[in-house]
Structure formats: structure tokens, C-alpha cells
């Protein structure tokens, strides 16, 4: 398995960005997909998923209408486009792969993740 993202950057606040990450390795129609973020000095936290092929999302709470989860299996990657960006959602930002077919509100440290791709909102 290999996830590689991009599109980080550093942004003003109010911004936007957009994330990818491409997947090989494995069979990307398959499993459902998830974004976890890293932010400095702070464990890992749950940020959204998809499901492997019904388009069905999930999203943490607070960041639903800013965020936006998409996939597309044809070409082996996932997105993450982040609008109205804010300083607290500054984080490193890692895609992970499921092992599971429906996407659901969690993340598990054993799940294959990328290296992850740094956002920074300041102004």
C-alpha cells in the first residue's frame, strides 16, 4: 500500500485548499478511504471519510460545510477540498486507507497512512 498526498501550503485565513492523495498498491475501488489530521503538539483526530463506491460521507462535526471529501476510483485518488480555512486547522494532514467498505466516524492507528502533506491557515 502506498498513499502519497499533496497540496498542502501555508494559506491566509478564509482561504482554500484542496488535498490529494494517490493511492497504488492495493485495490482503491475497494476500501473506503479516510483524512485524519496531526495538529502541532496534538494526537491524531478524525477529520472525514468516504465509502469504497456509493459516494456515502462522513465528517467530523465541527469542520461540516467547510470541508469536502471526494474520490474518484478511475484514477486511484482521494480529495480533501477545505474551504473558509481558520488557524485551528492548521495540522498535518495524512490520508489513511479503511479496512473497511463503508466509511465510518473512525480512524485506526494500524491503518496504512501516507506521509502527509502540511497546512498551515495564518495570516
Known amino acids: 500500500v502506498q498513499l502519497v498526498e499533496s497540496g498542502g501550503g501555508l494559506v491566509q485565513p478564509g482561504g482554500s485548499l484542496r488535498l490529494s492523495c494517490a493511492a497504488s498498491?492495493?485495490?482503491?475501488?475497494?476500501?473506503?478511504m479516510t483524512w485524519v489530521r496531526q495538529a502541532p503538539g496534538k494526537g491524531l483526530e478524525w477529520v472525514s471519510g468516504?465509502?469504497?463506491?456509493?459516494?456515502?460521507?462522513s465528517y467530523q462535526e465541527s469542520l461540516r460545510g467547510r470541508f469536502t471529501i471526494s474520490r474518484d476510483n478511475a484514477k486511484n485518488t482521494l480529495y480533501l477540498q477545505m474551504n473558509n480555512l481558520k488557524p485551528e486547522d492548521t495540522a498535518v494532514y495524512f490520508c489513511?486507507?479503511?479496512?473497511?467498505?463503508?466509511?465510518?466516524?473512525?480512524?485506526?492507528?494500524?491503518?496504512?497512512r501516507g506521509q502527509g502533506t502540511q497546512v498551515t491557515v495564518s495570516s
Open positions: 498498491g492495493f485495490v482503491f475501488s475497494d476500501y473506503a
Open positions: 489513511a486507507k479503511s479496512e473497511w467498505v463503508l466509511v465510518s466516524q473512525t480512524y485506526r492507528t494500524n491503518w496504512p
Open positions: 468516504i465509502s469504497a463506491r456509493d459516494g456515502a460521507t
